[in-house]
């Protein structure tokens, strides 16, 4: 559940020490290795280094990843079985960095073959012919992946192949290889193809791809054409479709070697290291805000009110912290805009030139806009249709009361009730500056050890104390120590009691 560098980026230019030639090749000692060969090469060789095998994955270390390990090392197709937004796909992604960074290559050959092991006639007979000094190319790993997302109008030309009209009308026989184009999974071949939602692959479709893996032939328009494919498959599916549905015919299933579950976050640390990893953040998130937004996407996946068949997606936590980012950075452009001010509501000190202007940092407040932009992100049983948005605003409330008795359990925070007690009412909301919201609360005891224990710092800036008095002042409405109105303009107000 990591991000991984996309298998079709700007590709680098070959080395220019890499041998040029047949002959080069074979005097630099290199050895043909298959595409599984390769793999556990590589993987052992980073056990042994220590380096990170799977960089960028989270959560999977002592769960999925000794399983994936397992199968590469065994030399076995896998398929991976998990809910939505498990990170499936980017675990597949990073295979390909165990594959060697270049890999010798016959230029301008569809299938990649290697020139110490072609595959088709014609390229048999190019090595035969020019020998130790036929040319050679490189094929960077990046290229050496292919993906299909299953659906159920792929056909067997898009994955296998088709006859080309135009070859066949030039004098080419069926038996030919030159007379087929080729699909995705030959043009992958000497890599690592990845079948995304299996189950959804029509069973005819399957049977193709089966036949290819398996019999090492392609059967294209009822003729057979030999082609020992080297290739390591893997499949993802969700575990719904692949059990009860019974959508991935039976040979198909025998042909993966492993079955390797997937699953969310199993603890809070690591819903919060994938946001921090994951998420684009456009403002200062403070450290309690993304954990509120952690607990949030937590109790959502574990809510009864939520299908747990569809699962929720680590894209849900990571997508509320963007948007939190997105409301800081709304609210700073528009203080600073003729219609505001940095300091709305205030005067400047005596003797400022000039008003400091915001910067866009998150508070607890800024959440309440993730309930209605993300509800389309969660599958509801049948019965809360309508609900959505009261259901997952008492789950944020309950993961903001949660933080809060996480974060500042046990610290005096009688210094702001006191300050309330008297009738004092603290407006804050979307568009109330840090500096008017900190010019009503002023000096109140215990105020720096809560910000301390929020992680905000022994000197923070004004906005990052505001979002700390915001987040203060929520968690004692939440248990019942304030009490809160909302006005008609937007804005909140806390004071008296709950």
Do not use: C
């Amino acid at each position: 559940m990591g991000r991984v560098t996309a298998p079709n980026q700007a590709l680098p230019v070959p080395p220019a020490d890499l041998p040029g030639t047949l002959g080069a090749l074979r005097a630099a000692g290199h050895r043909y290795q298959t595409v599984k060969q390769e793999l556990r090469h590589n993987l052992l060789a980073r056990m042994r280094s220590g380096e990170d095998r799977f960089p960028g994955i989270v959560g999977y270390d002592d769960s999925v990843l000794p399983e994936v390990e397992r199968a590469l090392l065994a030399g076995h197709d896998m398929v991976l079985l998990g809910e939505r937004g498990q990170g499936k796909t980017r675990l597949i992604r990073a295979l390909v960095t165990l594959l060697d960074e270049w890999t010798p290559v016959l230029p301008g050959s569809v299938l990649n073959e290697h020139p110490l092991h072609p595959l088709t006639p014609a390229a048999r007979a190019l090595v035969a012919e020019a020998g130790d000094d036929l040319p050679i190319g490189w094929l960077h790993r990046a290229m050496r992946y292919g993906e299909k997302l299953a659906t159920p109008d792929t056909s067997v030309g898009d994955l296998i192949g088709d006859v080309d009209p135009i070859r066949i009308a030039q004098g080419r026989t069926l038996g030919d290889p030159e007379t087929i184009h080729f699909g995705l999974v030959p043009r992958t071949n000497r890599g690592i193809f990845a079948v995304n939602e299996l189950p959804d692959l029509a069973e005819r479709i399957q049977v193709a791809l089966l036949n290819v893996l398996e019999e090492r032939d392609i059967q294209v328009r009822g003729y057979q054409l030999r082609l020992p494919l080297d290739l390591f498959l893997v499949a993802s599916a969700n575990p719904e479709d692949y059990t009860n549905r019974g959508r991935i015919i039976t040979p198909l299933k025998d042909r993966f070697g492993a079955e390797v579950r997937t699953h969310y976050p199993v603890d809070l640390e690591l819903e919060l290291a994938l946001i921090r990893q994951e998420a684009d953040l456009v403002a200062e998130v403070p450290e309690h805000v993304l954990e509120v937004l952690a607990r949030f996407a937590r109790a959502v996946r574990e809510s009864p009110s939520v299908d747990p068949r569809s699962g929720v997606s680590a894209r849900f936590a990571i997508a509320a912290a963007e948007t939190v980012a997105a409301a800081a950075l709304r609210r700073a452009g528009l203080l600073a805009g003729p219609a505001g001010s940095p300091a709305a509501g205030s005067a400047p000190a005596a003797g400022d030139a000039t008003v400091r202007p915001e910067s866009p940092v998150a508070r607890v407040g800024d959440a309440v806009s993730v309930t209605s932009t993300l509800r389309g992100k969660v599958e509801f049983e049948s019965g809360e249709e309508g609900r959505e948005i009261e259901v997952l605003a008492h789950l944020l409330r309950a993961a903001t009361a949660e933080t809060f008795r996480a974060r500042l359990a046990g610290l005096d925070l009688s210094g702001f009730t006191a300050l309330v007690a008297e009738g004092a009412m603290i407006e804050t909301g979307e568009l109330v500056s840090s500096a008017e919201l900190l010019r009503q609360v002023g000096t109140v005891p215990g105020l720096a050890k809560a910000l301390d224990r929020l992680g905000l710092g022994d000197a923070p800036t004004p906005e990052q104390a505001a979002a700390g008095v915001e987040f203060v002042l929520e968690g004692l409405h939440l248990t019942r120590r304030l009490g809160k109105d909302v006005t008609d303009s937007g804005r909140t107000v806390y004071g008296g009691r709950s």
